[in-house]
């Protein structure tokens, strides 16, 4: 019997056994291999279960697990305490897990915790009420999770007929109530919840008053959690108090996102209020950059309308707005409103070289400081030993230390793959001698690719081979380890090297959230070449020598970008706003005869 099954479980809540018992498992001659000899293990009530086998290096990866009331053992004082190299289980214990898991989803609450999943799952608010009030019959307890589940339907019967979203509202209150009562605390997804039924019983300042409660209680809000209130006042046209919240938010922590700033953005223009106007067009140029239609629809309003025609001034100083674009490193100056009388607005494109085809106004390249660059470069980094194996990145680091720098990194798998079935390095190495003859230095651009495209399949036929023998004697190939994510090693390649990165990749997924910065967008917009194949090869559609982002210039004139378009197979749209009227017209007469001599 192992030793963990010797003792009743009560008895690991003592502080005071587990303590002895940890001293005395450190004294327990536990002959190991040496890959594990030097990797410290924590002791804890949960560690003493059986292991069993994994199946590869990369997914057994020890770690530490300490509990307030015990220390780490030393490595240097005793051997190791590792998990036992037995691969399989004890059975008596594993039976015994088995039973308490089966005991526990067919208890009353487990069974019930399933069917409010399932009820969730489809939507179906009736069926869980139904299954609520038959629990609160038989008196069986909920937990958190049940009220949770049941909080979320009250709130979210969106597509849900009126009676269903009546029945909602009544009883989402009501249940809310009774998790008080039964003292269950709540956390941020209850109190989201909740906000949500106030939001729908048309009650903002309740939503709002629970945002509050949240923070008080120390559960940090999301920007979900500030949806229900910044919604319900703008919808209310309630413009200070959806400011209150905006000045929550920041307090808080949390960064709107386009929904909530455009929602802000139209009721200041509803309300004619041209500072705040201004304020949120330069939060949206620093968060959002590009925008919706619906959001360059309300900008478009704003610059048609009265309240634009009379905000700004008559005269500027010049001196002060050139200080403003040097400081925000160009692109905007952020000192106001220029000028006074209507706006001209309507829809553009931009030429080749960032000119505006509707008033002739170039746009800037926006900079980015370069101690920004090395502090992602940093963080990129730390995140990646944290997501992949620490010893194979940093192996990949130092290689490239000695290898590098690279004029241009490529993400072979996406180059490789664009538009095929089938790996093809034909294509692939269409790219490299591309970016190869456009580099200024003649260097092979660096290959970066997962190990199993260079073993089997297209990889071994002759031609490939020869093709990667090549790349590897030029030292421009790097093939990432099993197991890995190599979306990690060409973006820090590119970043660490201020390089071109080719692909065509968009670099929207769960990895690029994590970097949760700014100046991700900013450094991909400058660096990132994507590709077009045809029969003559392929064509590279290198960074705009412009910043696609929202743009106001020393003149005093706007334009911004929409999402519409993407400059490759078709033109992106942009909003242009400006006041120089008889400029613009002039301006489009000399275009249209440029374009016919």
Request: charged residues 25%; positive net charge; contains cysteine.
């Given at each position: 019997?192992?030793?963990?099954?010797?003792?009743?479980?009560?008895?690991?809540?003592?502080?005071?056994?587990?303590?002895?018992?940890?001293?005395?498992l450190?004294?327990?001659?536990?002959?190991?291999?040496?890959?594990?000899?030097?990797?410290?293990?924590?002791?804890?009530?949960?560690?003493?279960?059986?292991?069993?086998?994994?199946?590869?290096?990369?997914?057994f990866?020890?770690?530490?697990?300490p509990?307030?009331s015990?220390?780490?053992?030393?490595t240097?004082?005793?051997?190791?305490?590792?998990?036992?190299?037995?691969?399989?289980?004890?059975?008596?214990?594993?039976?015994?897990?088995?039973?308490?898991?089966?005991?526990?989803?067919e208890?009353?609450e487990?069974?019930?915790?399933?069917h409010?999943?399932?009820?969730?799952?489809?939507?179906?608010?009736?069926?869980a009420?139904?299954?609520?009030?038959?629990?609160?019959?038989?008196?069986?307890?909920?937990?958190?999770?049940?009220?949770?589940?049941?909080?979320?339907?009250c709130?979210?019967?969106?597509?849900?007929?009126?009676?269903?979203?009546a029945l909602?509202?009544?009883r989402?209150?009501?249940?809310?109530?009774?998790?008080?009562?039964?003292?269950?605390?709540?956390?941020?997804?209850?109190?989201?919840?909740?906000a949500?039924l106030?939001?729908?019983k048309?009650?903002p300042?309740?939503?709002?008053?629970?945002?509050?409660?949240?923070?008080?209680?120390?559960?940090?809000?999301?920007?979900?959690?500030?949806?229900?209130?910044?919604?319900?006042?703008?919808k209310?046209g309630?413009?200070?108090?959806?400011h209150?919240?905006?000045a929550?938010?920041?307090?808080?922590g949390?960064?709107?996102?386009?929904?909530?700033?455009?929602?802000?953005?139209?009721?200041?223009?509803?309300?004619?209020?041209?500072?705040?106007?201004y304020?949120?067009?330069?939060?949206?140029?620093?968060?959002?950059?590009?925008?919706?239609?619906?959001?360059?629809?309300?900008?478009?309003?704003?610059?048609?309308?009265?309240?634009?025609?009379?905000?700004?001034?008559?005269?500027w100083?010049?001196?002060?707005?050139?200080?403003?674009v040097v400081?925000?490193?160009?692109?905007?100056?952020?000192?106001?409103?220029?000028?006074?009388?209507?706006?001209?607005?309507?829809r553009?494109?931009?030429d080749?070289?960032?000119?505006?085809?509707?008033?002739?106004?170039?746009?800037v390249?926006?900079?980015?400081d370069?101690?920004?660059?090395?502090?992602f470069?940093?963080?990129?980094?730390?995140?990646?030993?944290?997501?992949?194996?620490k010893?194979d990145?940093?192996?990949?680091?130092?290689?490239?230390?000695?290898?590098?720098?690279?004029d241009?990194?490529?993400?072979?798998?996406?180059?490789?793959?664009?538009?095929?079935?089938n790996?093809?390095?034909?294509?692939?190495?269409?790219?490299?001698?591309?970016?190869r003859?456009?580099?200024?230095?003649?260097?092979?651009?660096?290959?970066?690719?997962?190990?199993?495209?260079?073993?089997?399949?297209?990889?071994?036929?002759?031609?490939?081979?020869?093709?990667?023998?090549?790349?590897?004697?030029?030292?421009?190939?790097?093939?990432?380890?099993?197991?890995?994510?190599?979306?990690?090693y060409?973006?820090?390649?590119?970043?660490?090297?201020?390089?071109?990165?080719?692909?065509?990749?968009?670099?929207?997924d769960?990895?690029?959230?994590?970097l949760?910065?700014?100046?991700?967008?900013?450094?991909?917009?400058?660096?990132?070449?994507?590709?077009?194949?045809?029969?003559?090869?392929?064509?590279?559609?290198?960074?705009?020598p412009?910043s696609?982002?929202?743009?106001?210039?020393?003149?005093?004139?706007?334009?911004?970008?929409?999402?519409?378009?993407?400059?490759?197979?078709?033109?992106?749209?942009?909003?242009?706003?400006?006041?120089h009227?008889?400029?613009v017209?002039?301006?489009?007469?000399?275009?249209?005869?440029?374009?016919?001599?």
């Amino acid at each position: 019997m192992p030793l963990a099954a010797s003792f009743p479980p009560s008895l690991f809540r003592h502080a005071s056994f587990r303590s002895s018992l940890s001293k005395t498992l450190s004294f327990l001659p536990l002959p190991l291999p040496s890959r594990y000899a030097r990797r410290p293990f924590y002791l804890s009530s949960s560690s003493l279960r059986p292991f069993v086998k994994h199946p590869s290096r990369r997914s057994f990866r020890p770690r530490p697990m300490p509990h307030p009331s015990l220390s780490p053992l030393s490595t240097d004082a005793a051997p190791a305490l590792t998990p036992s190299l037995d691969p399989d289980p004890d059975p008596t214990v594993a039976a015994s897990t088995r039973s308490k898991k089966k005991a526990r989803r067919e208890s009353p609450e487990g069974l019930l915790r399933h069917h409010l999943d399932m009820c969730s799952k489809r939507g179906d608010l009736p069926d869980a009420l139904r299954l609520y009030d038959a629990a609160r019959a038989a008196s069986t307890p909920l937990s958190l999770h049940h009220y949770n589940v049941l909080l979320y339907l009250c709130s979210s019967p969106s597509d849900a007929t009126d009676d269903t979203r009546a029945l909602g509202l009544e009883r989402g209150f009501e249940i809310f109530r009774q998790m008080g009562a039964d003292a269950v605390s709540p956390n941020e997804a209850t109190f989201t919840s909740v906000a949500r039924l106030a939001a729908a019983k048309q009650d903002p300042d309740l939503a709002f008053d629970l945002v509050k409660q949240m923070s008080s209680a120390g559960i940090p809000p999301r920007l979900r959690s500030y949806g229900p209130a910044l919604f319900g006042f703008c919808k209310k046209g309630e413009v200070e108090k959806a400011h209150e919240v905006e000045a929550h938010m920041a307090a808080a922590g949390v960064v709107p996102e386009e929904p909530e700033l455009a929602a802000l953005l139209r009721l200041n223009v509803e309300k004619g209020r041209g500072d705040d106007v201004y304020r949120l067009l330069h939060r949206m140029r620093a968060i959002v950059r590009r925008v919706s239609e619906s959001t360059a629809a309300i900008a478009e309003e704003w610059f048609s309308s009265d309240a634009a025609a009379e905000a700004g001034v008559e005269e500027w100083d010049v001196g002060k707005v050139k200080e403003g674009v040097v400081k925000g490193g160009g692109g905007w100056h952020g000192q106001g409103w220029l000028g006074k009388g209507r706006w001209s607005v309507g829809r553009s494109e931009m030429d080749e070289n960032g000119v505006c085809r509707r008033c002739g106004e170039r746009l800037v390249c926006i900079d980015i400081d370069p101690q920004e660059t090395e502090d992602f470069v940093k963080s990129l980094a730390s995140l990646a030993c944290q997501r992949e194996v620490k010893t194979d990145f940093m192996g990949f680091q130092e290689w490239l230390n000695r290898r590098g720098p690279f004029d241009a990194v490529i993400d072979a798998a996406n180059v490789g793959l664009y538009k095929q079935h089938n790996f093809s390095f034909f294509q692939l190495n269409s790219v490299v001698k591309g970016m190869r003859q456009m580099s200024p230095s003649k260097k092979m651009p660096l290959i970066i690719l997962h190990c199993r495209r260079v073993k089997g399949g297209p990889a071994d036929s002759p031609n490939n081979k020869k093709l990667l023998e090549t790349w590897q004697k030029a030292g421009a190939l790097y093939a990432t380890p099993p197991g890995s994510n190599d979306d990690w090693y060409w973006l820090y390649a590119a970043v660490s090297c201020r390089s071109l990165l080719v692909t065509n990749d968009e670099m929207r997924d769960h990895l690029f959230e994590l970097l949760g910065t700014s100046f991700f967008p900013r450094w991909k917009e400058k660096h990132q070449v994507r590709l077009t194949f045809s029969r003559k090869g392929p064509s590279f559609h290198m960074p705009p020598p412009y910043s696609i982002v929202i743009q106001e210039s020393e003149g005093g004139s706007w334009h911004i970008p929409t999402v519409l378009g993407d400059d490759i197979e078709t033109p992106r749209q942009w909003v242009c706003a400006t006041r120089h009227a008889n400029t613009v017209s002039s301006l489009s007469h000399a275009w249209l005869g440029q374009m016919r001599s």
